[in-house]
């Protein structure tokens, strides 16, 4: 079992910058590969970033491509999202998710995922 706790959302101003941190426990870490989700209001949950178990690859939506960089601590069990350039349109409550596949094939996917936190509202004022 994992668990994951996102922090960091706030309101912001367009072009502004946010660290979202999403902390894990309970089994190790470095064996899952992490994603950052999001959910706009009445929009369906899409995603918006994901990286391997190793941190070697990593993988973005085309709409958050060149502001959005997502890493990990293996030591403090902790994934980032760092958002710079932030836009009305990047308002959503943005969630962390572990996926716990072995090849970790699809990491665009919600499927993919199998343990979730319980998300942090970010809100973009224009």
């Known amino acids: 079992q994992v668990q994951l706790v996102e922090s960091g959302g706030g309101l912001v101003q367009t072009g502004d910058s946010l660290r979202l941190s999403c902390a894990t426990s309970?089994?190790?870490?470095?064996?899952?590969?992490m994603g950052w989700f999001r959910q706009a209001p009445g929009k369906e949950r899409e995603f918006v970033a994901a990286?391997?178990?190793?941190?070697?690859?990593?993988y973005y939506a085309d709409s958050v491509k060149g502001r959005f960089t997502i890493s990990r601590d293996i030591a403090k069990n902790t994934v980032y999202l760092q958002m710079n350039s932030l836009k009305p349109e990047d308002t959503a409550v943005y969630f962390c998710?572990?996926?716990?596949?072995?090849?970790?094939?699809?990491?665009?996917?919600?499927?993919?995922?199998?343990?979730w936190g319980q998300g942090t509202q970010v809100l973009v004022s224009s």
């Open positions: 998710a572990a996926s716990s596949q072995v090849l970790f094939s699809t990491p665009r996917e919600s499927y993919a995922y199998t343990y």
């Open positions: 990286i391997r178990r190793n941190g070697g690859n990593t």
């Open positions: 309970g089994r190790t870490f470095s064996t899952y590969g």
